[in-house]
């Protein structure tokens, strides 16, 4: 499988970004799916995840209530939406497949077929 990333760009702080997380070569629909970030000088870490049929999901504490994570399996594409954006949020955002099927998974070792990335800079 590969997964291209895609969505991202300049936006203020407050503002609001969708990302998406297009899968080709094969079907996504029965694997969790995750959204990791990596800041400059930092190390890769879990944003959120969400289970194959999309009805739970899980968030890393910095940004519950203000990302959701969505997918529809028949665009076999995965979705981040982010609101209220800070320039904390600044990192080049990857989305990818977690290998045994378990979404609570937050380990990027946990996960495989890590596309490109897309850049998200928040600043005014």
């Known amino acids: 499988v590969q997964l291209q990333a895609s969505g991202g760009g300049l936006v203020q702080p407050g503002g609001s970004l969708r990302l998406s997380c297009a899968a080709s070569?094969?079907?996504?629909?029965?694997?969790?799916m995750g959204w990791f970030r990596q800041a400059p000088g930092k190390e890769r870490e879990f944003v959120a995840s969400?289970?194959?049929?999309?009805?739970?999901?899980n968030y890393a504490d910095f940004v519950k209530g203000r990302f959701t994570i969505t997918r529809d399996n028949a665009q076999n594409t995965v979705y981040l939406r982010m609101t209220s954006l800070k320039p904390e949020d600044t990192a080049v955002y990857y989305c990818?497949?977690?290998?045994?099927?378990?979404?609570?998974?937050?380990?990027?070792?946990?996960?495989?077929?890590w596309g490109q990335g897309t850049l998200v800079t928040v600043s005014s």
């Open positions: 990818a497949v977690n290998k045994i099927g378990n979404f609570y998974q937050r380990s990027p070792d946990d996960y495989y077929a």
């Open positions: 070569g094969r079907t996504i629909a029965r694997s969790p």
């Open positions: 969400i289970n194959a049929s999309g009805h739970r999901t």
